[in-house]
């Protein structure tokens, strides 16, 4: 069992930047690979990125590329969302996951509870 808690979220303006983290614990947490994905209101949950649990392999979806950066820390049972120029558009709660890999949500096995991340003027 792994167990996610997400942090970080909060109320930003556009082209600001904010950064997600998700304390991972549990038995051998470092050892999944783990994701985001987000939900906006009225909306699918929708992948984000991903990471292996080596942090070698990264996987984004084609709109936050070059905005976005996920990475992890093992010692410290971390996954983190670097969320840099911030539209709009990118509102929705966080979520972290595990346990599983691709861009469908059915794949993974844990998620954490969200964080909301809302970007207005």
């Known amino acids: 069992q792994v167990q996610l808690v997400e942090s970080g979220g909060g109320l930003v303006q556009p082209g600001d930047s904010l950064r997600l983290s998700c304390a991972a614990s549990?038995?051998?947490?470092?050892?999944?690979?783990m994701g985001w994905f987000r939900q906006a209101p009225g909306k699918e949950r929708e992948f984000v990125a991903s990471?292996?649990?080596?942090?070698?392999?990264?996987d984004y979806t084609d709109s936050v590329k070059g905005r976005f950066t996920i990475s992890r820390d093992n010692a410290k049972n971390t996954v983190y969302l670097q969320m840099n120029s911030l539209k709009p558009e990118d509102t929705a709660v966080y979520y972290c996951?595990?346990?599983?890999?691709?861009?469908?949500?059915?794949?993974?096995?844990?998620w954490g509870q969200g964080t909301q991340v809302t970007v207005s003027s």
């Open positions: 996951t595990a346990g599983g890999w691709g861009r469908n949500k059915h794949a993974y096995r844990y």
């Open positions: 549990g038995r051998t947490a470092s050892d999944y690979h």
């Open positions: 990471i292996t649990w080596s942090g070698g392999t990264t």
